[in-house]
């Protein structure tokens, strides 16, 4: 059975970093696009950051420059580092692969 699991999430004053990280169980990584999304309060859920399985990166333009996502296939993990971050970046935030959702981790920014 897979399961994603994110961590990292927390509440932060308004320019601090944090870094999520998302676990896999049951299946590695490799070979498969790794996505975060995000869904604010009172919104639809968004695209964040993908990393394709040749480990191309693209981002969403609100969060090109401050988010970095990585990935570690040996490690069996995806990273999105996080920087400079606002208010309007409050949201759950998800890793996504294949079929399969983790179940979130929260983060919020104070301003």
């Known amino acids: 059975q897979v399961q994603l699991l994110e961590s990292g999430g927390g509440l932060v004053q308004a320019g601090a970093s944090l870094r999520l990280s998302c676990s896999a169980s049951g299946r590695t990584f490799s070979g498969y696009p790794v996505t975060w999304y995000r869904r604010a309060p009172g919104k639809e859920r968004e695209f964040v950051a993908v990393?394709?399985?040749?480990?191309?990166?693209y981002y969403t333009n609100s969060v090109k420059g401050r988010f970095t996502i990585s990935r570690d296939d040996a490690q069996e993990t995806v990273d999105l580092e996080m920087t400079s971050l606002n208010p309007e970046d409050t949201a759950m935030y998800y890793c996504h692969m294949d079929q399969f959702w983790g179940p979130g981790t929260q983060v919020t920014v104070s301003s």
């Open positions: 990393s394709t399985k040749s480990g191309q990166t």
